[in-house]
Nanobody
Framework: QVQLAESGGGLVQAGGSLRLSCAASGRTFSSYSMAWFRQAPGKEREFVAVISWSNIYYADGVKGRFTISRDNAKNTVYLQMNSLKPEDTAVYYC????????????????WGQGTQVTVSS
């Protein structure tokens, strides 16, 4: 069983930055694919980025602005978000799975509760 806890969300002006963190429990964290998804009001959940043991992969809409990274010693994955836009406003979810999703893909077995990111114009 893996438990995930996101933090770092908040309110930021357009053009600003935020760093999200996702702390994971479990002994095999380093082998898991760790991903970020987001869901805006009235929209379906969408993929943002994934980091696996084999690859890092981003959605086109965040490429060049967001950076996903992980610290296996701390069982934590991060999402550095720069040049934020109002359309990045969403609840951001951390997800984990034992499968290698280094080129994207689903489903994920474990999900966090989400953290709200609001970007004002």
């Amino acid at each position: 069983q893996v438990q995930l806890a996101e933090s770092g969300g908040g309110l930021v002006q357009a053009g600003g930055s935020l760093r999200l963190s996702c702390a994971a429990s479990g002994r095999t964290f380093s082998s898991y694919s760790m991903a970020w998804f987001r869901q805006a009001p009235g929209k379906e959940r969408e993929f943002v980025a994934v980091i696996s043991w084999s690859n890092i992969y981003y959605a086109d809409g965040v490429k060049g602005r967001f950076t996903i990274s992980r610290d296996n010693a701390k069982n934590t994955v991060y999402l550095q978000m720069n040049s934020l836009k109002p359309e990045d406003t969403a609840v951001y979810y951390c997800a984990a799975d034992a499968r290698d999703y280094g080129l994207g893909g689903e489903p994920y077995d474990y999900w966090g509760q989400g953290t709200q990111v609001t970007v004002s114009s």
